[in-house]
């Protein structure tokens, strides 16, 4: 019986200064056996030169490679860019600045299809803050109920990822709307303990946005709908609006204090104080 293929689609503008770690470990893994897109923005700078001369220097083989660099509406818009130009069975976002935690990340996801139907499919993220690094450690049971990874650790049968394209109207909880269509409409999700991806969480949009991933929270939900919503979005004006100043003026010691402690969810394996 032929194996599932995935599609690994990473979406990139301007991202040649860190593009090259992606890319390694793409190029790494034991069994090259899948896809790689780069759906590109088009980058002003050597992105796209850098990504092929990484890929012929790892011998990603050039069959599995579909490399397409254009304007688009955002990382959104590319990621749905990938989707459709998917050829494999699950689609895999990595983007850029992010990796695969080993070489054995394909091969894994691969027997664990072999083994367990499912929609989804998703392990543990290597996460690295300004105050330490840490795994992900949260599942269906314990965590999270919509989203109990990172999606740079999940895949997803392409079928449903073309049925229900992510929301281009979501600036930072795209991912999120998509994973709670597929929650209330009884797709199977499947978990193992295993780490699938290393995640830059520094500069993220949904670590420096609280407010707005706040309110885009409250649309999945619809309860932006419900009468007397905006009291509830003037309580997030009021006391998720101000966390971004205060995470961007406050002592870097006395930050990565706060987040060792808040981050109950996180096993660390280093930390920074």
Same mark, same amino acid.
């Given at each position: ?14 991202a040649e200064?860190?593009i ?8 790494? *893994?034991?069994n ?6 780069? $759906?590109d ?9 850098k ?25 959104v ?6 989707v459709?130009?998917?050829?494999g ?21 691969e027997?664990?299809?072999?083994k ?16 330490g &690094? ?7 049971? *314990?965590?999270?109920p919509?989203?109990?990874? $990172?999606? *740079? ?12 394209p ?18 209330i409409n ?6 193992e ?25 409250d ?6 709908? &419900? ?12 006391? &998720?609006?101000?966390? *971004?100043? $205060?995470k961007?003026h ?16 996180? $096993? ?6």
């Amino acid at each position: 019986m032929q194996k599932e293929m995935i599609s690994v689609v990473t979406v990139t503008w301007n991202a040649e200064s860190f593009i090259k770690d992606t890319i390694v470990s793409v190029c790494a *893994q034991k069994n090259k056996n899948f896809e790689f897109l780069l $759906i590109d923005g088009g980058s002003k700078d050597n992105t796209v030169v850098k990504v092929k001369s990484l890929l012929k220097e790892g011998g990603f083989p050039e069959e599995n490679t579909v490399i397409v660099s254009e304007r688009d509406k955002g990382m959104v818009d590319a990621m749905n860019k990938g989707v459709k130009r998917s050829k494999g069975d699950y689609v895999l976002f990595l983007n850029g600045g992010d990796s695969f935690y080993d070489e054995n990340v394909i091969d894994e996801l691969e027997d664990t299809i072999s083994k367990v139907d499912a929609d989804v499919y998703y392990g543990r993220t290597m996460m690295i803050f300004y105050e330490g &690094k840490g795994i992900y450690n949260e599942n269906e049971e *314990q965590g999270d109920p919509i989203m109990p990874f $990172i999606h *740079q650790s999940v895949i997803v049968k392409t079928e449903l990822l073309l049925k229900h394209p992510f929301d281009l109207s979501y600036k930072i909880l795209g991912d999120r709307e998509l994973f709670y269509w597929l929650r209330i409409n009884n797709y199977k999700f499947h978990y193992e303990p295993y780490i699938v991806s290393t995640y830059d969480a520094r500069e993220g949009g949904s670590e420096n946005n609280p407010y707005l991933i706040a309110v885009e929270g409250d649309r999945i939900l619809g309860l932006d709908k &419900k009468p007397g919503y905006w009291m509830r979005r003037l309580r997030w004006k009021l006391t &998720k609006a101000p966390i *971004q100043f $205060i995470k961007n003026h406050a002592p870097r010691k006395l930050l990565n204090w706060y987040f060792l402690k808040k981050r109950k969810n996180i $096993i660390w394996v280093e930390k920074y104080i």
